[in-house]
């Protein structure tokens, strides 16, 4: 494949994941609306041009990392009669399986090439270039993304046809939303009955409660030192993200007929939580829990 990339949303996450695809020797033209994410890219050797229809022309892929479906559709519309025909779109975007189909249907009735592939590993991961694409399409198509997802990710996984990349993000990030607040009460629990942190850590780690929550990304300060909790809950993964990402499986789980009751009640927690701390890591969701339990509430 060609090394021309249209790249756009420079946030958090796709600045790193464009930047990482300059080192890596793509040619890579660039849109977001945010001035700061436009000197960023600049400095990190993208070209970054006024609109989002100059950064899909002449390209042979075109990588979207937006923050909801609509926002991917109404892109779309713009880019997609830009776009030379064939192009690849691949959408990292987290957004709802049923968004992910329709941009394919879209693209594909344009007479191009589409995947969504969404991420997970956060911005630390995004930095490094090991997030993990879990990638819904075609097989050919995934063959041809593959070189240039491996460049940003560490592991890329071909889930099945198109938006089932999306159902994997959804489920993954499912699990890990109940998981952190599953940990989040086990933490303050030890604290109450006398347990310290790191005696927590140092059993549960090991034992059959262990998760990547508690090993990767501790919510509490000390046991984990690279977690957000010891940088007072500055975000890898910012509550409104986790917020928005439960809110998608809670729909999903509706919508499907799953008798999802703890998937739905994490949404509930988040999405309670995400009022007063959105800009907050997840993780912060410790404070929350610990904080009512002192103020004698509880979840209804």
């Known amino acids: 494949m060609s090394k021309k990339i249209g ?8 600045g790193p994941m464009a930047a990482n695809l300059v080192r890596a020797g793509y040619d890579v033209i660039a849109f977001d609306p945010v001035p700061a994410a436009q000197e960023q890219a600049r400095k990190d050797g993208a070209t970054v041009v006024d609109t989002a229809a100059t ?4 390209r042979d892929v075109v990588i979207t990392m937006l923050p909801n479906g609509k926002l991917v ?7 997609l009669p830009a776009a030379a025909p064939g192009t690849l779109f691949i959408d990292s975007s987290t957004i709802d399986v049923a968004d992910a189909k329709a941009a394919a249907v879209l693209a594909v009735g344009a007479g191009h090439r589409a995947l969504d592939a969404p991420v997970s590993g956060g911005v630390a991961g995004a930095a490094a270039g090991t997030l ?8 050919a198509d995934f ?15 071909h889930c099945g046809g198109p938006g089932v990349g999306q159902a994997a993000k959804i489920c993954n ?27 927590f850590f140092d059993v549960v780690s090991t034992a059959s409660g262990q998760s990547w929550a508690l090993t990767n990304y501790c919510p509490v300060p000390g046991p984990v030192p ?26 999903a789980l509706r919508d499907n007929g799953i008798d999802g009751r703890l998937g739905m009640l994490a949404a509930e927690i988040y999405t309670r939580f995400n009022q007063a701390e959105a800009g907050k890591d997840f993780s912060a969701i410790v404070t929350d829990i610990r904080d009512r339990t002192n103020n004698g509430r509880s979840e209804a």
């Open 173 to 199: 990030n499912m699990l890990l939303g109940i998981s952190m607040i599953g940990l989040s009460e086990a933490l303050v629990l030890g604290e109450k009955l006398g347990l310290s942190h790191q005696s």
């Open 226 to 251: 690279t977690s957000p909790a010891n940088n007072d809950y500055q975000p890898g993964f910012a509550t409104a993200l986790m917020t928005k990402d439960l809110g998608l499986a809670a729909n």
């Open 73 to 79: 559709l109404d892109v779309y519309a713009d880019l």
């Open 7 to 14: 790249f756009l949303g420079l946030g958090h996450m796709g």
């Open 143 to 157: 063959a041809d993304a593959l070189p240039v997802l491996e460049v940003m990710g560490g592991k890329v996984v």
């Open 132 to 139: 993990t694409f879990m990638v819904g399409g075609g097989a």
């Open 55 to 58: 950064a899909a022309a002449d």
